[in-house]
């Protein structure tokens, strides 16, 4: 495990709290998402507006009151009323993603320019210069290296999937892309699924997730803006396939955005990672740690799970 993982266990401390509940020794984890500066629906009486934490997890404290939590989704159904006690999702002890879900996992080991995928066996490979170095890191240098996976690589996943990524963005301008899967350079419609990161002040920025359907439109979900550069985040995009898709940083929600959109209708001859299928749009400025891909489009609290564990670690 890298150096970053007592970070991420002390970060995880405070939001977390551990409950008994009922007459059995049941171990439930409540998880405190953040109220402020997210994307969601309108509160009321008082209360701060959050994106649903999970929208197959039942609302939990009923009827919000004064000072109680609204929660973006279906209804604007109601969580922790009457104290205002904030958005709950409650996860059971080791809910993380079932093993036969993993379909690809590429963690930038090794030396020259094959990123090994070491579940699936469809390894990428780094163009333009790029080179593994040994370290477990990938560094991406904005001006031409970028990471070429096998083509039809998500299109093959015939239902739902998660898209998993640490990463480091260093720098930079708009639109850079963490990840891009579509058909061919510079033609509308033909990029079809797009991670970007977009800085707003340095350090600050927000992650955009894009789909564009090919029977048309656009179907964007944007995170709220925070301090995003020069650290490591966790990354991830659980699609729910023709239904919806739902953004995370750091293993907790950024927001729920219904789609039509399924990974099947996809051609992806252009499976990227750090560069555009739009030719004006820059490469990517940072560094890569772990990408992994589900057949399975995973709950909060697994997301969850793998931020806690952390990158090389499977839990």
């Known amino acids: 495990m890298k150096s970053r993982a007592l970070s991420r266990y002390v970060a995880l401390i405070t939001p977390w709290l551990v409950l008994h509940c009922g007459s059995s020794s049941d171990l439930v984890i409540g998880h405190f998402e953040q109220t402020s500066a997210l994307p969601g629906g309108s509160g009321g009486n008082g209360g701060s507006v959050v994106p649903d934490a999970d929208v197959d997890v039942p609302p939990v404290g009923g009827t919000a009151g004064t000072g109680g939590t609204l929660a973006a989704g279906a209804g604007g159904d109601a969580v922790a009323g009457g104290g205002g006690e904030g958005n709950v999702v409650n996860c059971v002890v080791g809910e993380v993603p079932p093993a036969t879900s993993l379909l690809h996992r590429y963690d930038f080991s090794g030396t020259g320019t094959v990123v090994t995928d070491l579940v699936g066996g469809l390894d990428g490979e780094v163009m333009n210069g790029g080179m593994l170095d040994d370290s477990g890191i990938l ?177």
């Open 139 to 315: 560094t991406l240098d904005e001006v031409d290296d970028y990471v070429d996976l096998p083509d039809g690589i998500v299109s093959a996943i015939a239902g739902d999937a998660t898209f998993v990524i640490w990463t480091v963005w260093t720098s930079g301008a708009g639109y850079q892309r963490i990840f891009d899967f579509g058909t061919a350079v510079d033609t509308r419609g033909d990029e079809f699924f797009a991670m970007m990161a977009m800085p707003t002040v340095p350090p600050a920025g927000f992650i955009r997730l894009q789909i564009e359907p090919p029977e048309g439109g656009i179907d964007e979900l944007d995170g709220p803006e925070q301090e995003l550069m020069d650290v490591e985040h966790q990354l991830a995009v659980s699609l729910q396939s023709g239904v919806q898709m739902q953004l995370f940083i750091d293993g907790v929600s950024q927001g729920v955005l219904p789609t039509n959109a399924t990974l099947s209708s996809l051609t992806d001859v252009n499976a990227w990672l750090g560069r555009s299928n739009w030719s004006q749009d820059p490469y990517y400025h940072g560094t890569y740690n772990e990408f992994r891909i589900y057949a399975a489009a995973l709950t909060p609290c697994m997301i969850a799970s793998l931020y806690e564990a952390g990158p090389d670690v499977l839990p």
